[in-house]
């Protein structure tokens, strides 16, 4: 792309997706970071706003109608956004799923799925119409590789990298440009939301160089400034330690 860019990007308050922010910062790119906590969205915005424009956004996006309320609502100067990084999302628990919980399964799918595509939808005709935009969308390893306990976190992973591939199909030719981005294990805060205990979070990462969230942030920040002709289509990213499991077999004694 070659005008300066707007940049929203979802999650902003912690791991890749306040690291995506730092990043396209960097560039001076015109900032809307989102997320819940909104003093950290407040903090964000202080710290970067030496270096870039940024306008911290509120918002839940389970939450359809204030979504629709906040992109409505954007201030002049942020109200075209050029690239969506719909990262927020998380996993909830690793229980098997006949053991796991019904309300955290809705509240993955209503966070990982159900968000991202509101999001979408809502920005998606602005981009089209100006002929110019992008969707990053954060997928995982996830979405591919089953692991026991990934169930429906891998599920809404797949839906993910799947809508994305079926936007592209929509949108080819149109200048709006598709990505889903695929990290394996990162060290953020994601373990901690997933196992609500700090001691075994950390110790997801013992002995592990993991991926860090300038890893991923990096990865999103290439596959957007690549020239306007270009489409990255898929990202896939491990660390070196992680790799995938073989096939189970439960032998009868
Ligand atoms: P973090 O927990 O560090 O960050 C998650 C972000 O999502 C937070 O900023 C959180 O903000 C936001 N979020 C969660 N729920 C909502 C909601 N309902 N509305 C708005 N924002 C929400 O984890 P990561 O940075 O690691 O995760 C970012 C993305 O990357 C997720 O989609 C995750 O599934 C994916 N991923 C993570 C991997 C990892 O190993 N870390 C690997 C592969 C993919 P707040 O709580 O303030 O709303
Ligand atoms: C997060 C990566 O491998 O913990 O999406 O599911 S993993």
């Not at 942020?78 to 690793?94: P, S, T, W």
């Not at 006949?98 to 509240?107: C, G, I, N």
């Not at 306990?149 to 929509?170: I, P, W």
């Not at 196992?195 to 013992?206: N, P, T």
């Amino acid at each position: 792309m070659t005008a300066p860019l707007t940049v929203l990007v979802t999650g902003a308050t912690s791991g890749f997706g306040e690291a995506t922010a730092e990043r396209f910062a960097r560039d001076g790119t015109r900032l809307i970071v989102a997320g819940r906590r909104a003093d950290r969205l407040e903090e964000l915005a202080r710290r970067l706003s030496p270096h870039a424009p940024i306008h911290p956004l509120p918002l839940d996006v389970r939450d359809r109608v204030a979504v629709e309320r906040a992109l409505s609502s954007l201030p002049a100067g942020f109200a075209e956004v050029d690239v969506l990084v719909n990262n927020a999302g998380l996993a909830l628990g690793l229980e098997p799923a006949h053991r796991a919980s019904l309300d955290e399964w809705e509240q993955m799918i209503d966070t990982n799925n159900r968000g991202l595509v509101v999001m979408t939808r809502i920005l998606l005709p602005g981009m089209v119409e100006r002929g110019r935009g992008h969707v990053v969308n954060v997928g995982s390893v996830a979405g591919t590789y089953p692991y026991p306990g990934g169930n429906v976190y891998g599920a809404t992973k797949a839906f993910v990298h799947q809508f994305s591939l079926n936007l592209r199909a929509d949108l080819v030719g149109s200048g709006v440009r598709v990505t889903c981005v695929e990290p394996g294990m990162a060290d953020t805060e994601f373990s901690l939301v997933r196992l609500k205990d700090a001691e075994r979070a950390r110790a997801v990462y013992q002995g592990v160089t993991a991926l860090g969230a300038d890893d991923v942030a990096d990865a999103i920040h290439w596959a957007v400034t690549r020239p306007p002709h270009v489409n990255v289509n898929v990202i896939e990213l491990m660390a070196e330690q992680q790799a995938f499991s073989p096939f189970t077999v439960k032998r009868r004694t």
